[in-house]
Nanobody, 126 residues
Framework: VQLQASGGGLVQAGGSLRLSCAAS????????IGWFRQAPGKEREGVSC????????YYADSVKGRFTISSDNAKNTVYLQMNSLKPEDTAVYYC????????????????????WGQGTLVTVSS
């Protein structure tokens, strides 16, 4: 099971980026794919997640209305479209996969994710 995150970069405040999380070694069936981020000196936090079973999506309050998560199951890829970026969105973004979660009502905690990508750096300048 491998996850490859990409799409990070340097962008000005108000700009957009699209992150990709490509999975190999497993299919998205019955998985929750989450995006997390970790800013310098801060703890890693959940940003968004999507369930493969029915495509339900969940967002942290800090990104609601600005970020959109989507998946292309045929390509085994999950995307995070980030619009109206703010300097406080600067962080290393990680994607992760969790299986066996029967009920999802919010972004599952980090401990439930068994596979993690390597992270991609997003820097938003003011």
């Amino acid at each position: 099971v491998q996850l490859q995150a990409s799409g990070g970069g340097l962008v000005q405040a108000g700009g957009s980026l699209r992150l990709s999380c490509a999975a190999s070694g497993f299919t998205f069936d019955d998985y929750v794919i989450g995006w997390f981020r970790q800013a310098p000196g801060k703890e890693r936090e959940g940003v968004s997640c999507i369930t493969s079973s029915d495509g339900s999506t969940y967002y942290a309050d800090s990104v609601k209305g600005r970020f959109t998560i989507s998946s292309d199951n045929a390509k085994n890829t999950v995307y995070l479209q980030m619009n109206s970026l703010k300097p406080e969105d600067t962080a290393v973004y990680y994607c992760a996969a969790a299986d066996g979660i029967v009920v999802v009502t919010a972004i599952p905690p980090m401990g439930l994710y068994g596979s993690w990508g390597q992270g991609t750096l997003v820097t938003v300048s003011s």
